[in-house]
């Protein structure tokens, strides 16, 4: 029994000598995007609160204005005790998916644990053999892993290689019944955005169906906070949009825009709804309660976008290549050794931010990620850009 337990460690130590160990970080949030780590306060560029919404306490006295009203009791819950196919489908449940159906004008919208569980859950659902998945080859591992979990042949085209998923779909297509084009709209790891009308063109010319995923742009992009296929103005012609409440809600949970049928199909196939505890109704409130309140933040959003564009062009300024157009702006440094060394280095300046190294980014590309949020000021962006480029020059990367 033993040499199970050395297979295991054995296996840390590879970790390690690779510069790929990973540890969990005890931290607490103090608002205004810093974070306490170590007894030291940090600026926060590892957050996905992109809206600083987490940080907001009107926000959340507002929301919990009602707490006492006991009619509304049931809202605030912390547990559902069921799955949404027994007990745990409260009413709640409905008004946020039909205020969700009613946001993308769709005719329905189906709500989940998690963006991980969407992915995992509805490309297995609702594909099988005789059917493709091709997929933008640096897609988020939670697609990655419901492709795996799905009967369909699966192929991957180059990064945004519009030409080369058209070539595959030239070769490939008559081979299959149905097929499914599946992107992100804003990449997590690049932070580059998906040119959602020639993805459109191409389902459309091959017949196939198009899901993207905008974990990463609910919220931050759009006019009314709708992701990239409100900004590009193609909502209508998407068949599977995904969205995170975990992200720019600063919640949990995840949805689906689709039509009825597929919606209807997913509630009777999708392992990943049917097999899980449903959220809690707190959460699920809470989500409702931003949902309506989407179109005004457009002040983060600007806030965002603009801090954004100024990290980007000073890094361009100094000779750093940028392919990022949104709030994640990686430097890629190469090496896991360096990135670790550069990420260490970080923290000294009281930056809380770490190296991503593979396999969350392909070999070679280690990198630092840095998530911007609307809560970050505007000179603290300049000074990350000037602290970042001097710690490249130093190590001569």
């Known amino acids: 029994m ?15 000598s690779k510069n790929l160990y990973r540890t969990l970080r005890n931290i607490s949030s103090v608002g205004n995007a810093e974070i306490i780590f170590n007894k030291k306060k940090y600026l926060n560029l590892s957050s996905n609160d992109y809206l600083g919404i987490a940080d907001n306490t009107e926000l959340l006295n507002e929301f919990y204005l009602e707490i006492n009203d006991e009619s509304k009791s049931n809202d605030f819950r912390l547990g559902s005790g069921s799955s949404r196919l027994l007990s ?12 969700l159906a009613k946001a993308y004008e769709s005719e329905s919208a189906l709500v989940f644990n998690s963006g991980y569980h969407a992915n995992i859950g509805i490309l297995p659902a609702l594909t099988g053999k005789g059917d493709l998945i091709i997929s933008d080859k640096l897609n988020h591992a939670s697609i990655i892993d419901g492709i795996r979990l799905s009967n369909a042949d699966y192929l991957r085209y ?18 299959y019944n149905k097929v499914i084009i599946i992107s992100e709209s804003i990449f997590s790891m690049d932070g580059d955005v998906v040119d959602l009308q020639k993805l459109v063109d191409i389902k459309n010319k091959y017949n196939t169906m198009l899901y993207i995923d905008e974990a990463h742009a609910f919220a931050t992009r759009g006019k009314s906070g ?30 689906v825009v689709c039509k009825s049928v597929i919606r209807e199909f997913l509630i009777n196939k999708m392992r990943s709804l049917i097999f899980t505890t449903s959220l809690p109704p707190v959460v699920v409130n809470w989500n ?23 990290l980007i062009e000073e890094f361009q300024k100094n000779g750093l290549s940028i ?12 090496k ?24 969350t980014v392909p070999e070679g590309t280690a990198r630092l990620r840095i998530s ?26």
Not at 88 to 99: P, Q, R
Not at 158 to 171: S, T
Not at 227 to 253: C, H, P, R
Not at 325 to 334: A, D, M, R
Request: proline residues 2%; glycine residues 4%.
């Open 158 to 175: 180059k990064h945004l290689d519009y030409k080369h998923l058209e070539k595959l779909l030239a070769a490939k297509r008559n081979n």
């Open 323 to 334: 392919t990022s157009s949104s709030n994640i702006v990686p430097v890629i440094l190469g």
């Open 288 to 310: 409702l309660f931003l949902l309506k309140k989407i179109k005004s933040f457009s002040v983060e959003r600007k806030k965002l976008n603009l801090i954004s564009d100024i």
């Open 88 to 99: 745990g489908n409260y009413n709640l449940y409905e008004k946020l998916e039909t205020e």
């Open 2 to 16: 033993n040499n199970y337990y050395d297979y295991y460690k054995s296996e840390i130590e590879s970790i390690k």
């Open 372 to 397: 911007l949020t609307a809560n970050i000021p505007e000179n603290k962006v300049l000074e990350i850009a000037r602290v970042i480029t001097k710690l490249i020059t130093k190590h001569a990367i």
């Open 336 to 359: 896991n050794s360096v990135a670790e060394e550069v990420a260490t280095e970080m923290q000294k300046h009281l930056y809380y931010i770490f190296a991503v190294r593979p396999p």
């Open 226 to 255: 709708l992701g990239i296929a409100e900004e590009q103005n193609l909502i209508s012609k998407i068949d599977f949009i995904v969205g995170t409440f975990g992200k720019a809600f600063a919640s949990q949970g995840a949805f």
